[in-house]
């Protein structure tokens, strides 16, 4: 159960799932609606940040993840996702399972550390 505390004081709760960073991170490059912030590059296998401060300020809070650009890029680093160099000076990342049309890939984005382990270090 999530509970969302807004400045009016009253609360409203819901039952969500927790939602990884990747499925978050997808959901908000899928929202055409900030399109002028973040959206998918053109190939739609690399996404776009195109203005960092409203990103910080506006719609990483409304996806639950730290409005700190820094902590952000940790994430995008931590799980995988590599800044795509171009010609132009853009904030541009990719990952192999982060394609535009098949938000169930980004669930096979998991932690670097944790992805680099064998399978036999998780049985007990």
Known sequence: MVRDNNCGGS????IRPFRS?????????????MDAIISWS?????FIVWNQTELCTHVLPK??????LSKFT???????????????????????NF????????EEIHKRYMASLPPKAFVF
Do not use: H, I
């Open 11 to 14: 609360s409203r709760s819901s």
């Open 21 to 33: 960073f990747p499925s978050r991170l997808y959901e908000m490059v899928d929202d055409t609606s």
């Open 42 to 46: 053109e190939s739609g296998k690399s």
């Open 63 to 68: 996806f639950s993840l730290s409005q700190k």
């Open 74 to 96: 940790f994430m995008l680093d931590t799980f995988g996702f590599k800044k795509v160099e171009s010609e132009e000076e853009r904030w541009e990342y990719a990952n192999d």
């Open 99 to 106: 394609v535009r049309g098949k938000p169930e890939l980004a």
